[in-house]
C-alpha cells in the first residue's frame, strides 16, 4: 500500500515544494492550505498529471477541531498517515520596543500553538514507523532586529520537536525540525527592498537565497528509507547561513 504525507502550508513556497516532491517519491499527498483554494488545485492538477495522489483541506491551524479534520480527511482519503510535515506559518516583523501585542499573539497563535496542535495530531495518528517533521528557521541563531515574535514562536517549535521525539518511544516514529536559512518564497521575500534581499542573500558562503526545493530534498531524505536514524535533531538547509 502507497504510504500518504500531510504537508500543511502547502499552497506555495516551501510547502508546495515539498508536496510535489513527495509526490514525485511515490506518496500520496494531504494538501492542506488556508484561504484561497485556486493554488492548491493547481498543484494537485500537476501532481495528477504525474500519476500521483493528492487532495486539498482547508483548516485554520489555531484551531483544534480544523486541525483534527486534516488528519480525519486524510484517513478518510487514503487510509494512513505516515509522515507529517508542518510547514504553515507566518512571519510578519515589527520591534519588540514598538509592543505590538496582537502582531506577537498572533504570530505566536499560528507558529507555535499551530504546531502544538499538528504535532498532537501527528502523535496519535501517525503510523508505526512514520516520520513528523515541523519548519523551524535559522534566523534564531542570528538574534535579527523585528524577528522577536518570530524567532521566539519558531525556538517553541524545536523545542516541542525534541519532547515529542521522547514521547514516541517505543513506536519508531523520528520527529524533528527542518531550520531553513533565508529561502526566496514570498514569505519571506515580502516587505523587503531589493538591496536587502541582495544583502542577505551574501551571508551564506555560498552567495545566494535558498530556493524551495533545497528544504524539499532534506524533507525527501527525512521521509525515505535512508533518513530513519535522524531523531529529535534540527536540520538546518541553509547553505552555511549559520
Do not use: C
Amino acid at each position: 500500500m502507497s504510504k500518504t504525507a500531510i504537508i500543511t502550508g502547502a499552497s506555495g513556497g516551501i510547502g508546495k515544494a515539498i508536496a510535489l516532491r513527495l509526490a514525485a517519491d511515490g506518496f500520496n499527498v494531504v494538501l492542506h492550505y488556508s484561504g484561497k483554494s485556486a493554488p492548491v488545485q493547481e498543484t494537485i492538477k500537476q501532481i495528477e498529471a504525474a500519476a500521483g495522489k493528492a487532495v486539498g483541506v482547508s483548516a485554520d491551524v489555531t484551531k483544534e477541531k480544523e486541525v483534527a479534520s486534516i488528519f480525519k480527511e486524510a484517513i478518510s482519503a487514503f487510509g494512513t498517515i505516515d509522515v507529517v510535515v508542518h510547514s504553515a506559518g507566518i512571519m510578519p516583523l515589527s520591534p519588540i520596543v514598538e509592543n505590538d501585542i496582537e502582531l506577537f499573539d498572533k504570530v505566536i497563535a499560528t507558529n507555535l500553538r499551530g504546531t502544538f496542535l499538528v504535532l498532537a495530531q501527528a502523535a496519535k495518528q501517525i503510523a508505526q514507523g512514520g516520520r513528523i517533521m515541523a519548519l523551524s528557521s535559522s534566523v534564531i541563531a542570528k538574534s535579527t532586529p523585528t524577528y522577536g515574535a518570530y524567532i521566539a514562536s519558531k525556538a517553541g517549535v524545536e523545542g516541542l520537536v525534541k519532547v515529542l521525539a521522547a514521547e514516541m518511544r517505543g513506536r519508531q516514529v523520528s520527529v524533528n525540525a527542518i531550520a531553513p536559512g533565508p529561502v526566496a518564497t514570498p514569505l519571506f521575500l515580502e516587505g523587503k527592498s531589493k538591496e536587502q534581499i541582495e544583502q542577505l542573500s551574501k551571508i551564506a558562503p555560498f552567495e545566494r537565497l535558498g530556493q524551495p526545493e533545497d528544504v524539499a530534498r532534506v524533507v525527501s531524505f527525512l521521509a525515505g528509507p535512508d533518513g530513519g536514524w535522524v531523531n529529535a535533531q534540527v536540520v538546518r538547509p541553509n547553505g552555511g547561513f549559520a
